[in-house]
């Protein structure tokens, strides 16, 4: 804890060095992660109940290769509340852990602790990024409409659209503060370096991936350069931009396009969205979230430059290798 410390200090106080604020012994990060582990997959028991008494596992088995609501005799927006339930109870159980153990107030792992969320940052993450996704989309719809079916169902819709609304911001939620606050702040505050800090998220982010239908279905060596490029992506956002702001509302508008508009057999959130793909084409997918992120990164900066509500200076400093006084 930075005793005697003032408010003015605690304001220059980067993002990526705020546990600082808090307590940091090494058993208090052990604990704070068994518990969160643990809730969360505690959290999967009401899912394990249901597939127990689903009729086609019984009477197939569990094939996790086709672990669909449709193949698992289970409504969609059911399966989707189960799916992201272990997400809601682990955000629960991280918030209470870095304010009960770390004695810090847990706000700082969403920002800096005198600034307050940006809601313009996060609304500007979120539309910016829908659109060139949308247009991304649009381009793979240009060279290969066949693959694409509108399996548009009016009720399932509805059901599905109430569930993302209430359920996907808590569980992106639940991603952001456990990667980039919580990892990255500790692994900051342990090494004095934000770059690890970045290094060490993404990796973690890009892992806790691998276990993902579509990574089964199309190879690890095909799917972890997307994953680990979206983990350095948000990471590196959220250090310069000394805040998580962005990355949430980049994560929302990826999760929200997949589970509403355009979904593929084999997602990680099988949802009835308006549009269903019969193929990913990985390396296509990979190169233009490259692209997006380079020119979401220009139009960013070119914002700032503006002067529209430049809250915090947008600069490589908060990589830097000394440590905050």
Not at 58 to 77: H, K, M
Request: charged share 15%; with cysteine; proline share 5%.
């Amino acid at each position: 804890m930075l005793a005697n410390t003032t408010s003015e200090e605690f304001s220059r106080l980067p993002f990526a060095w705020q546990a600082k604020l808090g307590l940091n012994e090494w058993w208090r990060v052990v604990v704070t992660l068994v518990i969160v582990i643990t809730v969360s997959f505690i959290a999967n028991i009401p899912l394990v109940v249901v597939l127990a008494n689903s009729s086609p596992v019984q009477e197939r088995g569990l094939d996790i290769n086709n672990f669909t609501p449709e193949a698992l005799g289970v409504d969609p927006s059911l399966f989707l509340v189960l799916l992201l339930l272990p997400f809601v109870f682990g955000l629960i159980s991280l918030w209470f852990c870095v304010l009960k153990l770390h004695k810090r107030d847990s706000k700082t792992l969403v920002h800096r602790k005198f600034s307050g969320f940006r809601w313009g940052r996060a609304w500007f993450g979120f539309f910016v990024w829908l659109a060139l996704t949308i247009f991304s989309e649009s381009f793979c719809y240009w060279l290969s409409p066949e693959e694409y079916a509108f399996v548009f169902s009016p009720w399932a819709f509805a059901k599905t659209l109430i569930v993302v609304a209430l359920m996907i911001p808590l569980q992106i939620a639940f991603e952001e503060i456990l990667m980039r606050g919580y990892i990255l702040q500790q692994t900051t505050y342990y090494t004095r370096l934000p770059w690890l800090g970045l290094v060490v998220s993404s990796f973690i982010f890009a892992a806790l991936h691998f276990q993902n239908p579509e990574v089964q279905q199309f190879g690890l060596a095909a799917t972890a350069p997307y994953y680990l490029g979206v983990g350095l992506f948000l990471g590196l956002l959220t250090i310069l931009d000394d805040g998580l702001e962005l990355a949430l509302g980049i994560h929302l508008a990826t999760n929200v396009f997949g589970s509403v508009l355009v979904n593929f057999k084999g997602s990680a959130l099988p949802t009835p969205s308006l549009f269903q793909v019969s193929e990913i084409n990985i390396p296509m997918m990979t190169l233009l979230f490259v692209l997006q992120a380079f020119v979401f990164f220009l139009l960013f900066r070119r914002r700032n430059e503006a002067g529209v509500k430049p809250e915090m200076g947008w600069t490589m400093s908060s990589l830097s290798f000394k440590t905050p006084d």
